[in-house]
């Protein structure tokens, strides 16, 4: 009897201490401040705003494209001017909560000029860190619709 009781309390001890270093769930407020990033995110990149995406990638950041390239936030600041005048219009968007990190998903569709010049599915990752959302991951892959398109 002394025993079990000692494993209980031994594990309630245990499940308490892994309780008190998690953070608290994300508030309303802070996700809808996400929402706001991801659309200055955009505005950055359809302007190719170098300084506007740096203040929002972490210096983490890595973007795979859908050709499979890898570039990271170095490469990506310089090759952002590339991108000017690029509209991008998300759908089907999902999002899953870890803590103070976020995965988004979904398709997105890239016009210039009003035509459509890709269409990608992605997933974008979002860490919540020093009061603010920073963009850390990228990656699209063609949808087989605009795949099909080109051919």
Excluded: C
Excluded at 17 to 38: C, F, H, V, Y
Excluded at 81 to 103: C, D, T
Excluded at 127 to 142: F, S
Aim: glycine share 6%; hydrophobic share 40%.
């Amino acid at each position: 009897m002394k025993k079990s009781v000692l494993f209980f309390l031994l594990s309630l001890i245990l499940v308490s201490s892994r309780s008190i270093g998690q953070d608290k769930p994300l508030s309303k407020k802070t996700l809808q401040q996400l929402d706001e990033a991801e659309k200055d995110m955009v505005n950055a990149i359809s302007n190719g705003d170098s300084a506007a995406f740096k203040k929002i990638a972490g210096f983490e950041y890595i973007d795979i494209n859908a050709t499979g390239t890898e570039t990271k936030l170095q490469s990506m600041l310089n090759e952002i001017q590339n991108f000017k005048g690029i509209a991008v219009h998300f759908s089907e968007q999902l999002q899953r909560i870890y803590g103070n990190f976020v995965l988004k998903n979904g398709r997105a569709r890239f016009l210039l000029n009003g035509q459509l010049v890709s269409e990608v599915f992605y997933t974008q990752g979002w860490v919540y860190r020093d009061k603010k959302w920073q963009l850390v991951h990228w990656q699209g892959t063609m949808t087989k619709d605009f795949l099909q398109k080109k051919k």
